[in-house]
T-cell receptor
Framework: DTAVSQTPKYLVTQMGNDKSIKCEQN?????MYWYKQDSKKFLKIMFS???????INETVPNRFSPKSPDKAHLNLHINSLELGDSAVYFC???????????FGAGSRLTVL | QKEVEQDPGPLSVPEGAIVSLNCTYS??????FMWYRQYSRKGPELLMY????GNKEDGRFTAQVDKSSKYISLFIRDSQPSDSATYLC????????????FGTGTLLAVQP
């Protein structure tokens, strides 16, 4: 049973489109995250939610909007996609206050 | 200057070699230090976790933290081709809103 699952795994789209990535965890964790990994493998946090409440919001363009309907789900919606948004987006989860994150397999977004 | 610096490699070693991977950091508030391993097209998975300074050993893997020098290391003994992956150091301070900051990752190839 997959602990942190993301869909879709691959996403190819045109500039200017809007797309969403979904994430679900079945670990009973309270905190969920979105990370972006660029082509050089640099992994940078974007958002963190604890029990549906936003607790970390990095300097991410407001075209990116996370949504957490419940503590097991964290979705990422991206408006007006740009070429620079091409990356692998990782969802992760942890117990509240814990330092150990469990990552999903990633969603590879390609913007043409 | 990035908060966490890591040589991206690639690092190529023969099977059975001892591998040394390193990170330096600038934020003296970091207390928790981790190494994640990421296979190609997969999410990062936790390999080693250390709190504050000292050594920790787990099988063929040893993690070292030297807070006075702001330097952490991961040693892999008797390296195997299955160890071929990207190794990411990660660290954070205390507090619920503290973020896990990653290094850029070192790509390791163990040649049979």
């Amino acid at each position: 049973d997959t602990a942190v699952s993301q869909t879709p795994k691959y996403l190819v789209t045109q500039m200017g489109n809007d797309k969403s990535i979904k994430c679900e965890q079945n670990l009973g964790h309270d905190t969920m995250y979105w990370y972006k990994q660029d082509s050089k493998k640099f992994l940078k946090i974007m958002f963190s939610y604890n029990n549906k409440e936003l607790i970390i919001n990095e300097t991410v363009p407001n075209r990116f909007s996370p949504k957490s309907p419940d503590k097991a789900h964290l979705n990422l919606h991206i408006n007006s996609l740009e070429l620079g948004d091409s990356a692998v987006y990782f969802c992760a989860s942890s117990q509240k206050g814990a330092n150990v994150l469990t990552f999903g397999a990633g969603s590879r977004l390609t913007v043409l | 200057q990035k908060e966490v610096e890591q040589d991206p490699g690639p690092l190529s070693v023969p099977e059975g070699a001892i591998v040394s991977l390193n990170c330096t950091y600038s934020n003296s508030a970091f207390q928790y230090f981790m190494w994640y391993r990421q296979y190609s097209r997969k999410g990062p998975e936790l390999l080693m976790y250390t709190y504050s300074s000292g050594n920790k050993e787990d099988g063929r893997f040893t993690a070292q933290v030297d807070k006075s020098s702001k330097y952490i290391s991961l040693f892999i003994r008797d390296s195997q081709p299955s160890d071929s992956a990207t190794y990411l150091c990660a660290m954070m301070g205390g507090g619920a809103t503290n973020k896990l900051i990653f290094g850029t990752g070192t790509l390791l190839a163990v040649q049979p």
